[in-house]
């Protein structure tokens, strides 16, 4: 054991014999350790049972990291609340005096009975536990995990921000659905790696990267689909060849292999790109399911749509009606994509065209600037090929911006008589939205 693990573990046992104070919270008992504190059963003013992580002081060997850890908190705390494959912190607070702050979030699913809880007997049910139960989990529940981690992995990203603990133990189910917990170690992705997360789980290079945490997460799926630990890893179950899943595991089983390459540079380099080679498989072994696109509970979904926005130009009014766009649809329900490349390379060249042949719909922002970008004739024609080639899916729906002049040449061949909706200006934003959706709906259903 390090000197900063005997420190945290004396400090713990100490914590667990203090009296903490939490305004407007009955502190029941401690249901777990997390990086740098303690977790424990709560009950609100109102009777709702809550998780609270209470850090102190007393865990770190000065000052700095402290303060950093709470900076972390305070930052992830609004961002929580955005995704629902992320815990959700309700209130930060700090008691100076005793040396200590904690965060209060909602509490996970009791292992036996779920939502409903006994504080007598209350256990969290944890991706660890179900490991511990269940061994090798069947492989749909493998990718209905991984799925839903994947694009909540990505949304952390996307706000710069990484998780650097990501563990079995680490990841708790809230009405059934998995998501991340013990965000004490989430941080800039610009700051500086310090030595921190789980052995086994770290990559060679060390944590602190979105490739990181990818590897990360790869390491998980190794253990939920294969049944082994962390460090056995790629070593395969014995009896893998006897298995009724043997060709579906192999498959995921690449997916994992590539996560987890020793070398960064081969790996998936975001995990849209994991997100997308996941749903492709769960597409085809579970074919008209709803494991193929994220809805917007963060869990896979039959009913939302799957949105792809082409937005090659990073000026404005583009990138407003983008986020609007996005924003909107997501509220309804529908999984939304925005590409935002400015220049083609090949392997965003494989990403982009993977995300427009699993999409229902590809929203295409035309506008002066737009037009003059080669890489936004090319994802038209890429999009207009998947077309021919998927029973008319997915569905072009090009949007002039306050722009009517002439579409270059080879734009305007792939578009051919595809009908062009319009914006003028904000006035115009619900009812482009409602366009919009009345196009997707009427081409998914006939």
Request: glycine share 8%; hydrophobic share 35%; aromatic share 6%.
């Amino acid at each position: 054991m390090s000197p900063r693990d005997t420190t945290q573990s004396a400090s713990r046992h100490a914590d667990e014999k203090r009296p903490f104070e939490v305004p407007d919270h009955e502190l029941i008992r401690s249901i777990g350790t997390g990086s740098y504190g303690l977790v424990w059963l709560a009950r609100s003013l109102t009777g709702t049972f809550r998780a609270v992580k209470i850090i102190s002081r007393a865990s770190f060997s000065n000052e700095r990291p402290f303060e950093r850890e709470f900076a972390g908190i305070q930052k992830f705390e609004p961002i929580s609340r955005t995704h629902p494959g992320l815990v959700n912190i309700l209130h930060v607070g700090r008691n100076s005096a005793g040396g200590y702050f904690y965060y209060v979030m909602e509490l996970a699913d009791d292992i036996g009975t779920g939502a409903a809880v006994n504080p007598e007997s209350y256990c969290p049910r944890t991706l660890s536990g179900e490991i511990h139960r269940q061994g090798r989990l069947p492989i749909k529940e493998c990718l209905e995990i991984s799925v839903s981690l994947a694009a909540a992995l990505g949304h952390l990203h996307q706000q710069g921000l990484v998780h650097r603990d990501i563990k079995p133990s680490n990841i708790i189910f809230v009405n059934g659905r998995p998501k991340f917990a013990d965000i004490g170690l989430v941080t800039d992705i610009s700051e500086k790696a310090t030595c921190v997360g789980t052995e086994g789980y770290i990559p060679p290079e060390g944590p602190g990267s979105p490739s990181a945490d990818l590897y990360s997460l790869g390491k998980v799926m190794y253990q939920i689909s294969m049944g082994k630990g962390p460090d056995e890893f790629p070593e395969l179950p014995t009896n893998l060849r006897e298995l009724p899943e043997a060709s579906a595991l192999m498959r995921l089983n690449q997916i994992v292999l590539k996560t987890c390459d020793r070398t960064a540079s081969k790996r998936f380099q975001s995990a849209e790109q994991m997100l997308a080679a996941l749903t492709t498989l769960a597409r085809q072994e579970f074919p008209g399911t709803g494991l193929t696109r994220i809805g917007q509970d963060g869990a896979p979904s039959t009913t939302g749509l799957a949105f792809t926005i082409l937005n090659t130009a990073d000026v404005q009014p583009d990138l407003r009606l983008a986020m609007l766009l996005q924003e909107r649809l997501s509220a309804k329900g529908h999984e939304v994509w925005i590409d935002r490349h400015q220049a083609l390379d090949l392997e965003w060249g494989r990403e982009v065209e993977e995300r427009i042949h699993r999409s229902d719909a590809i929203i295409i922002i035309l506008s002066s600037a737009s037009i003059r970008n080669e890489m936004l004739a090319y994802e038209i024609e890429i999009a207009r090929q998947s077309r021919q080639s998927n029973a008319a899916r997915p569905r072009l729906i090009p949007i002039r911006i306050q722009f009517s002049g002439k579409l270059p040449r080879q734009i305007g061949i792939a578009l051919g008589a595809t009908t062009c909706f319009s914006w003028d200006g904000p006035e115009r934003d619900q009812h482009l939205v409602d366009e919009i959706l009345n196009a997707s709906h009427a081409s998914a259903t006939s």
